[in-house]
């Protein structure tokens, strides 16, 4: 086994054994747990939980998730978690941009050529069911996650998870 595949194997060793001690934890703590990327735990899910689709799916996945209604999008870095509720607004590109504006708190604008993948995860977290589109960058990190949003009684909507499901199959064909 050269240097390479011995590295990769304990990685995936590492995320495994930390998921496995919190199969329905945060994925970026697991990843910080097993000392990987959230790339690597989410490849440690259980096969369906995390389908992964090319970067040039971008602009089908977002024009579809614009007709979701309100979601939950979700930027967690190393010193925050910042989750924005808010309608996905169709965006343009320019000046090596992603622009977002529109009638929403959702704004800004996002380096779509660090996308390597978008990943539909849908997994147990914290004892429920977690439903969420996440835009990958080559570092092996989550850029912005969008979350199919809950009601009052804390379930997942039912018609998100329908689109969810749909566009998952969609994209991955």
């Known amino acids: 086994m050269d240097t390479l595949t011995h590295s990769n194997t304990e990685r995936a060793d590492r995320a495994r054994a930390a998921l496995a001690e919190k199969p329905d934890g945060v994925i970026e703590q697991i990843a910080v747990q097993a000392d990987v990327t959230p790339a690597d735990v989410l490849a440690s899910l259980p096969e369906g939980a995390a389908v992964l689709v090319p970067a040039d799916r971008w602009d089908a996945v977002w024009k579809d998730m614009t007709g979701w209604g309100e979601i939950l999008l979700i930027v967690h870095t190393d010193d925050i978690v910042l989750e924005v509720n ?3 607004v169709d965006g343009s590109e320019g000046h090596g941009w ?4 529109g009638d929403s708190p959702i704004g800004g604008h996002i ?3 660090r996308c390597v993948n978008i990943a539909f995860v849908d997994r147990g977290f914290h004892g429920r069911r977690s439903c ?3 835009f990958m960058n080559g570092d092996g990190k989550a850029m912005f996650k969008v979350f199919v949003r809950r009601d009052k009684e804390r379930a997942l909507i039912e018609d998100q998870v ?3 499901e749909a566009l998952r199959m969609a994209a991955a064909a």
């Open 86 to 88: 808010g309608a996905l």
């Open 98 to 101: 992603f622009n977002i504006h």
């Open 111 to 113: 380096r779509k050529d």
């Open 132 to 134: 969420s589109v996440w």
């Open 162 to 164: 329908q689109r969810f």
